[in-house]
């Protein structure tokens, strides 16, 4: 039985509704918001943090479409999938090795567990600027140097699209007897492919549906693929990150969802690829504009091809006016950086909706200039003092941010999106982090610190300068 069949039938009965949602299921309000399907746990509906019914085998159908031991659903997005993995596999103090460009999320849970975060070496793309896959040598090392640590995490695909060899980092980290957790919350669609971590050892998968799948906003899965992972850990963590009230209009999406992908998920996929094959013929007569993987070669392990991810490094227009170019042609991107815009595509993108992008670009393509734009590189390592949970239970003080370099960090700043931290609590803040992030915003880029007043303070440590 579909939950939203289930849901649709109960709208029609006239039962008096003596419990939440306080809207009871009538529309006073005459929008077109579905409060006919919003309910709560009541008779026949199950309980999502204990489910045994419904909702069981809802979760059920997850399991099977995607093939995991067992696959959970998640109604505040992928971060609170990221945040109970990590409490399923670390206790409080722990160490956790991580990838550079993991997701605020993962950064929330390192405070919330005062754990202490060791950063896996990462590599730029000198020429697009954007973090090179994660190397299993690289994993390597790590662990050999910090033999303590709990589990590692890293994020693939990224962002941008860029996959990294999950295989080799699982054989790699499973030799230290640890579970290795994928954020995969761009890669919901992967396993269409055969390309989604879960086929490749991963212990913990976290996919957000609502990034690539035709699921509504906050939907994501937790997958469970191995037996290194305590799964009575997983659902008591889980119940302390998702809401006790749990939509069921979300979790009907996500079924929906999982019943489409079963059915027509192939038959989709295939014509998006189709389509991309089609927006890569044409799209070869860029001349300054380029695109990873239509018409330049990909440096990475593997990537992710539904990510249109355009570079303005060899133009005169930066990333962001990219993205106001196409928006002034009513096309509107994902994100932008300095030197580059990402368009995502998914199985509902039609040849007509790429053919459009591809002749926009052309368009503008025809109007640039050759030019060598300058590259803002985002690897700028900096030494941690102490602990998140440590810098943020100290004293701080607002100094003017021009004052700051030099001084302790008690604040999380980061360019929303990606929404992959710059500077962490207890982070030293160092001349060339101050440069790049006064470089991000002469680009006119979203910089977000969690007192909101960057750039003319920022708070730092009192007592503690490097
Ligand atoms: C890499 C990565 N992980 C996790 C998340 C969190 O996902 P959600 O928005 O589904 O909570 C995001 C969100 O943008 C992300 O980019």
């Known amino acids: 039985m579909r939950l ?241 009230s749990p939509s069921y209009i979300l979790m009907a999406s996500i079924d929906e969802c999982i019943t489409f992908m079963q059915k027509y998920g192939k038959k989709y996929y295939d014509r998006l690829q189709k389509n991309l094959d089609l927006f890569k013929n044409k799209i070869s007569k860029l001349k300054h504009l380029y695109i990873l993987g239509y018409n330049s070669s990909i440096p990475f392990f593997d990537f992710d091809k539904t990510k249109i991810v355009i570079f303005t490094n060899n133009t005169n227009i930066s990333g962001e006016t990219l993205m106001q170019k196409l928006r002034e042609n009513k096309i509107e991107l994902e994100m932008c950086y300095t030197n580059y815009a990402l368009a995502m595509s998914t199985i509902f993108d039609t040849k007509k909706d790429l053919m459009h992008l591809c002749n926009v670009l052309l368009k503008i393509d025809n109007s640039l200039e050759h030019s060598k734009n300058e590259v803002y590189i985002k690897n700028i390592d900096s030494l941690s003092v102490t602990t998140i949970h440590n810098a943020l239970t100290q004293e701080g003080v607002f100094v003017k941010f021009k004052d700051s370099i030099n001084k302790v960090c008690k604040e999380f700043v980061y360019v929303y999106p990606p929404g992959i931290p710059i500077l962490v609590p207890g982070q030293v803040i160092t001349k060339k982090i101050y440069e790049y992030i006064i470089s991000l915003e002469k680009n006119n880029l979203n910089v977000i610190s969690d007192f909101n007043k960057l750039l003319k303070e920022i708070k730092v440590l009192k007592n503690l300068d490097k």
């Open 4 to 244: 939203y069949k289930l849901l649709k039938n109960y709208s029609k009965k006239h039962i008096t509704a003596m419990h939440m949602p306080g809207h009871k299921r009538h529309n006073f309000i005459k929008n077109s918001l579905p409060y006919n399907l919003d309910i709560t746990e009541i008779d026949g509906f199950d309980n999502l943090l204990s489910a045994k019914t419904i909702l069981k085998n809802c979760m059920t159908k997850a399991t099977n479409l995607y093939n995991t031991l067992q696959s959970f659903y998640l109604i505040n997005g992928s971060t609170c999938g990221i945040l109970t993995a990590i409490k399923s596999c670390c206790d409080i103090g722990d160490k956790i090795i991580i990838a550079k460009n993991c997701h605020k999320s993962v950064f929330n849970a390192i405070e919330l567990l005062n754990l202490q975060h060791v950063f896996i070496d990462s590599h730029f793309e000198k020429d697009t600027n954007i973090f090179c896959d994660i190397l299993p040598s690289d994993v390597k090392n790590c662990l050999e140097k910090n033999k303590d640590a709990k589990c590692v995490l890293i994020t693939s695909p990224t962002y941008e699209g860029v996959i990294s060899n999950i295989k080799e980092i699982a054989k790699v980290v499973h030799k230290f007897n640890i579970p290795l957790i994928v954020d995969e919350a761009h890669g919901a669609h992967l396993f269409l492919e055969n390309k989604s971590a879960i086929n490749f050892g991963a212990d913990i998968v976290i996919n957000s549906l609502h990034k690539t799948l035709p699921s509504l906003t906050q939907t994501a899965l937790l997958h469970v693929c191995s037996k290194r992972v305590d799964l009575y850990k997983i659902q008591k963590n889980l119940a302390t990150f998702e809401s006790s």
